[in-house]
Each structure stands twice: as C-alpha cells, then as structure tokens.
C-alpha cells in the first residue's frame, strides 16, 4: 500500500511557474511507476506525466510537452513536476498516481494505476 500527498499547488499568472511535489509513505517506492494527472471542471482526468521506476525513462502528454519535466527521488520517495510557461488552460487539479505494471514501463491510463493522492489545484490566470 502507498499514500500519496500533493503539494505545490496555487494561484499563478500566465507564463508562470510551479513545481509539484508528491510524497509517498508505504513500502517499495521505488517498484511503482509513478505518474502525474490533472482534471478540470466537466472533464475527464487526462494523463499529463509518467517516470519509470529508476527514473531512466519519461513521457508526457503533447498538452505539456517541453513545458513539464517529470523526476523523482527515490531516496525521499518523492515524485515532483515542473511546469512552465503556464497557460489559463492548464488549471485544474493535478493529482499523482502509483503503478506497478509487471514490467515496469511508463503508462498512460487512469485505470493503470492503482494509488492515487488528493489532489493539489493549480489555477492560471491571464
């Protein structure tokens, strides 16, 4: 079992900045895959990041693509996002998730994976 916390969120300017943190209590952090999703009112929850367990291997959502970058600590068991030049469009509330897909590769699907945080809102003004 793990347990997720988001932080970070909060009220920015477009063309801003924000740097998401999740932290993970539990076992084994580091045989999940880890991944970051957002959802805005009347929308379905999107995939916007994805890590592999090491960390080696990364992927994003074209939304965010060369905006974002996706990493983790293992040694803190914590996954973070940076985001940049952000947009009114990117409001929502973005939430980290835990996997653990039997060979370890990074997926995209809400249904693939099995913990998920609270959630942290961010909210981009123009």
């Known amino acids: 079992q793990v347990q997720l916390v988001e932080s970070g969120g909060g009220l920015v300017q477009a063309g801003g900045s924000l740097r998401l943190s999740c932290a993970a209590s539990?076992?084994?952090?580091?045989?999940?895959?880890m991944g970051w999703f957002r959802q805005a009112p009347g929308k379905e929850r999107e995939f916007v990041a994805g890590?592999?367990?090491?960390?080696?291997?990364?992927n994003y959502a074209d939304i965010v693509q060369g905006r974002s970058t996706i990493s983790r600590d293992n040694a803190k068991n914590t996954v973070y996002l940076q985001m940049n030049s952000l947009k009114p469009e990117d409001s929502a509330v973005y939430y980290c998730a835990a996997g653990r897909p039997v060979d370890g590769s990074v997926r995209y699907g809400v249904n693939e994976y099995d913990y998920w945080g609270q959630g942290t809102q961010i909210t981009v003004s123009s």
């Open positions: 539990g076992r084994a952090f580091i045989t999940y895959i």
């Open positions: 890590i592999s367990r090491s960390g080696s291997s990364t």
